[in-house]
């Protein structure tokens, strides 16, 4: 029942103006920083450990940033049921040079990986590509429990063309696509927290963290070039996309080498714009030795 009322709610917002999801988000960053509290603890701990450098006041307010940051995104994604293609391309860019890059591996008929992190607006990433190249954009996502929930989030984020790929089925799909002859960019979340048992440790933010080494053997079993993606906040509401070529050949690489260059590209990202991170997650529950943290 819960679910079928926030169904109905989220698709009301939908046909608001930004204006008006902006002023809900700010009233929903207040109440999540100030009432609820939501995940504070988590927040403050995860800033405290990747920043230790910064000193207490600077750590909350880039909690408190960290709120309103990801009330737009939440708000952003909702609009994605209504907004037409011309004003999103109004509010999203892809710089020339990112595009030209793109086209020049599909002239070749080249299969990409997109590598991304929980940074900026992710969930504008895959519409805005499929609106600049003719690439066929397959993001990869984790199917939620509840089949409602599910099929709203699937709604929202498949308007556009690209194809979402159930994490289970990327296999499958990828030789699919290779068999018709449609080059495509497999898009991948990659800053999840992977189980310890065949993780890869490195040292990111100050901290030692498990990394999922799936989208790196994806990348070198198929011979695909991989890009660093992060679409970057301009002001409220626009955004611009950051490509950066990791690797042209990361078969050629040694093993664990792509994964340490997204790794460190994404530090950088973060240190840059640490607001724009998904600090609410426990990024940090597992140690070395395969203990979960408290």
């Not at 700010?26 to 920083?33: D, R």
Request: glycine share 4%; proline share 6%; with cysteine.
């Amino acid at each position: 029942m819960l679910t079928r009322i926030l169904t109905a709610v989220v698709r009301l917002l939908a046909y608001l103006p930004f204006w008006a999801l902006h002023g809900i988000a700010s009233i929903q960053a207040f109440m999540m920083a100030r009432v609820l509290r939501y995940r504070r603890k988590v927040i403050l701990t995860n800033l405290r450990n990747a920043f230790p450098e910064k000193q207490e006041r600077e750590i909350r307010r880039i909690a408190i940033a960290f709120y309103h940051h990801l009330s737009d995104v939440l708000v952003e994604m909702i609009k994605l049921r209504t907004i037409s293609e011309k004003e999103f391309l109004r509010r999203c860019s892809m710089p020339e040079e990112g595009r030209r890059l793109l086209l020049a591996h599909y002239e070749r008929g080249e299969h990409l990986v997109g590598l991304l992190g929980h940074t900026g607006n992710w969930e504008w990433v895959p519409p805005l590509v499929t609106m600049n190249v003719p690439y066929l954009v397959a993001p990869v996502y984790k199917p939620l429990k509840d089949k409602h929930l599910d099929r709203l989030i699937l709604e929202t984020r498949s308007r556009f063309a690209h194809e979402l790929l159930p994490k289970t089925q990327v296999g499958r799909a990828m030789v699919r696509y290779i068999h018709q002859g449609r080059p495509f960019i497999l898009g991948l979340i990659a800053d999840q927290t992977p189980r310890p048992e065949g993780a890869q440790w490195l040292t990111f933010l100050s901290q030692d963290t498990p990394v999922n080494a799936g989208p790196e053997k994806v990348a070198r079993s198929r011979k695909m070039p991989a890009y660093f993606v992060s679409l970057r906040r301009v002001r409220r509401g626009h955004y611009k996309l950051h490509l950066e070529l990791l690797s042209e050949q990361p078969w050629k690489l040694q093993d664990g080498a792509l994964t340490a260059l997204f790794m460190a590209k994404l530090e950088e990202e973060i240190r840059s714009r640490p607001e724009a991170w998904l600090w609410s997650h426990r990024r940090w529950k597992y140690s070395r030795n395969r203990e979960t943290s408290v």
